[in-house]
């Protein structure tokens, strides 16, 4: 059995097409679609699996597993006929044994290259316990954040979010897949999953095939670019046809149009839900169906597996696509060195203070500030006595948001590092609000409890830490699963009594400065009017304790921008900075009853796109724009007018007149993060190219049309005086 599978797997120095046409060769029908499946992986391994890894049943295993048990499926793999290495895979979605913030609240950063330097981080240590493959980055785009899993992704801007992944892949991927602490990144879910109806999660979507190509498919293809080794099918239907069998997007946009040469997997048990889509009669029409429009692997569910022969024989399918999907995972394997010996860890990578210190930069870097009355922020620490209230002051599983993989006794918690600062004595705590799970409860039962819970018991400790104190800090929010898959919500007030324990707490008379936790915006206008600060901390991860009480102290200066926009109300929902103007656009003066408006409420949002304020001030001069040969230079001064040094994200927007198809208002073009001192001015300048204005026009072109454009330099999406420049 080994000397075969020397024999078929080719030296490496021979090419790598060679090498597959190689194994190809010599593969039975059924040990090709055994690489076409992924498993779960049992932990401990049993007999039985560990009997069909033997078989070459599976080409992929997913999940957590001890490295024992690591060792025992990847050396029974190897055992199989041809010897055809597992690649395993699983969830990295945002740090590994380290936690870092959630992506959304690495999106606020807007710091590519700290986010790069973390994801590396993240590579290590799972590469360190055998994972060889991440499913993630998510770069979804979304602007319903009813929609859970708005906190895995990058926001709503398809610009923002590419950067974003973009960063991530080459932090999973390192200087070559071969390396032993990296891992194939994998680009989900790919198409359009963020923009499912009703913001409900695992529904379906439509969306124009302009739209797709202009904001959805971007940040796939930046990765495509970036050389990301997979992606992931989405679970929904895209215009009627579900993403895991979809030919336009899987074959015609990633293959054809993009070149891409990697491997494809479907999310869990996509292929079987192909017939409750209502897309596939059954189990051999899924299988079917999904191959032909260029899926490669199938994950947890076995549907090609087990009616592959038959459609093979019985001439439903031609072998040649099964060849072209087993040709794309065999690349992958190869290109990771699965091969040729992959390095392995010998010890597990644990946090050290390194991976701790830049976690926590990149949490003070997501914080953003939305509100600083009288200039209550930074607090002295001369300060007497402080309230800390809320029960998410001090749960250190919640503050690493959904899907986190790192220790919660890692983490340091808000209230663990203010005493720290300040000592016990000048710490007054009060949860208020009880966290509770009953025995016999279902975890959906929790989390409605949370949701819903009114109790009001703990508000007489927490008024009274209140009234002891000169001022109160209160934690607000979501717990760790209030966001995140499957758990999309109707209302996005803050959840339970919260709302009436700022309302309490605002009787005292003191000073209250909010923290919010959570996986999306929420609908806080009342609460927001109740505050005198108000700093959004998303899920900052295992170091958010140490980021927000040294921010809060001014130790670090908030400088996140939000990656998304604030509804003022979910009747707002979808709300985005990017959109199209109308017909009957509300006029300056609002003196035309009849356009496009709300009776009840402003149409914009409560805090907008790229939005974030700091301890200092920053003055933007006039926009300019100059054509340099090919392109266009756009610049403008940018001064520090406060007394502050601090950090400024400075953003750089166009918007085209007219064009053979509507264009957005704004659109983000470029990002810079300038360090400025009290007082300080710089030039920023940004480029713009022909191919940065194109767009997808009528005849499904990609063009950049002759034309009238404005550009703006400013601090956010709504902000600026823009310079007008002409596109020859």
């Known amino acids: 059995m080994l000397i075969l599978a020397l024999a078929v797997i080719l030296p490496r120095q021979v090419p790598i097409e060679q090498r597959i046409d190689a194994l190809l060769s010599k593969m039975t029908l059924q040990e090709k679609l055994g690489q076409m499946s992924q498993g779960g992986i049992p932990d401990p391994p049993d007999a039985k699996m560990l009997k069909l890894l033997r078989e070459g049943r599976y080409g992929s295993l ?19 006929r041809l010897g055809i290495p597992l690649i395993l895979g699983a969830d990295v979605i945002h740090g590994f044994n380290t936690g870092l913030p959630t992506p959304l609240g690495q999106a606020a950063s807007f710091d590519p290259a700290l986010v790069q330097i973390c994801s590396r981080i993240s590579a290590r240590e799972a590469s360190s316990v055998g994972i060889q493959w991440t499913f993630s980055p998510m770069m979804d785009i979304a602007r319903d954040p009813r929609w859970g899993r708005m906190a895995e992704g990058y926001g709503e801007d398809p610009f923002l979010a590419s950067a974003m992944a973009v960063a991530t892949v080459k932090g999973y991927q390192g200087t070559s897949l071969k390396n032993a602490d990296s891992l194939a990144a994998c680009g989900k879910h790919y198409v359009g999953y963020g923009a499912a109806e009703a913001g409900r999660d695992y529904n379906s979507t439509w969306i124009p095939e302009g739209l797709l190509r202009d904001v959805y498919l971007k940040p796939f293809q930046a990765c495509s670019e970036a050389g990301i080794a997979s992606y992931m099918s989405a679970f929904n239907a895209i215009n009627g046809v579900p993403a895991t069998a979809n030919p336009f997007t ?30 596939a009669a059954d189990g051999k029409d899924a299988a ?38 087993v040709r794309n995972i065999l690349r992958t394997k190869f290109r990771l060195g699965l091969f040729d010996g992959r390095p392995q860890s ?158 309490a707490l605002a009787q005292t008379g003191k000073p209250i400065i909010g923290v ?9 206008s009342a609460v927001t ?48 900075y990017d959109h ?116 997808w026009n009528q005849e499904m072109r990609f063009t950049a049309e002759p034309g009238e454009l404005e550009a703006w330099i400013a601090p956010d999406s709504v902000s600026g005086t823009p310079a007008k420049f002409k596109l020859p």
Do not use: C
């Open 288 to 325: 079917r169906k999904s191959i032909m429009a260029g899926l490669d692997m199938e994950m947890i569910s076995d549907e090609i597996w087990k009616y592959g022969p038959e459609l093979v024989k019985s001439h439903q399918l031609d072998i040649k696509y099964i060849n072209g999907a």
């Open 516 to 524: 919010v936790m959570a996986g999306r915006p929420l609908t806080m």
């Open 62 to 80: 997913y999940g957590g597993a001890s490295p024992e048990t690591r060792i025992k499926i990847e050396n029974a793999a190897r055992q199989s």
């Open 346 to 503: 010998a010890t597990e990578i644990r946090p050290t203070t390194a991976t701790m210190s830049a976690s926590k930069k990149l949490a003070e870097e997501s914080l953003v500030l939305l509100k600083n009355d009288k200039s209550i922020l930074p607090l002295s620490k001369d300060i007497g006595k402080i309230a800390i209230i809320g029960p998410l002051a001090d749960r250190p599983q919640d503050q690493l948001g959904s899907w986190a993989n790192a220790n919660e006794k890692d983490s340091v918690t808000p209230l663990a590092a203010i005493k720290a600062k300040l000592g016990d004595s000048r710490v007054l705590y009060a949860p208020a609000i009880t966290v509770r799970w009953q025995k016999g409860w279902s975890y959906d039962q929790f989390l409605t409890d949370f949701l819903s819970n009114k109790d009001q018991s703990g508000f007489a400790e927490a008024v009274a830490a209140a009234q002891q104190a000169d001022v109160v800090v209160v934690f607000l929010g979501e717990i760790q699963n209030i966001s995140g898959e499957a758990s999309s919500r109707s209302n996005l007030d803050l959840p339970g009594a919260q709302n009436e324990l700022v309302d």
């Open 580 to 695: 199209l103007n109308t017909g009957r656009p509300i006029l300056p003066d609002d003196s035309d009853h009849y356009t496009s408006r709300y009776l009840d409420l402003p149409n914009s949002p409560q805090y907008p796109f790229g939005f974030g304020l700091s301890y200092t001030t920053f003055e933007y001069w006039a926009t300019h724009v100059k054509k340099v040969g090919e392109g266009f230079k756009v610049f403008a001064e940018v001064t520090n007018t406060g007394k502050t040094d601090a950090e400024e994200v400075v953003q750089l927007y166009t918007h085209r007149m007219a064009a053979s198809v509507a264009r957005p208002i704004r659109e983000l073009k470029g990002f810079k993060r300038i360090h400025l001192k009290a007082g300080e001015s710089q030039r920023v300048t940004f480029w713009l190219f022909r191919q940065d204005l194109a767009f």
């Open 529 to 576: 009017a109740k505050l005198s600060g108000l700093i959004y901390a998303w899920g900052p991860g295992s170091m958010a304790g140490p980021a927000i009480i040294d921010t809060l102290f001014g130790d670090s200066v908030p400088s996140g921008k939000l990656p998304v926009s604030f509804p003022r109300s979910v009747g707002q929902i979808p709300i985005y």
């Open 250 to 279: 899987l074959k015609q946009v990633l293959r054809k149009e993009w070149g891409f040469d990697g491997m494809v997997v479907s999310d869990f048990d996509a292929v079987r839900e192909l017939i409750p889509h209502g897309f």
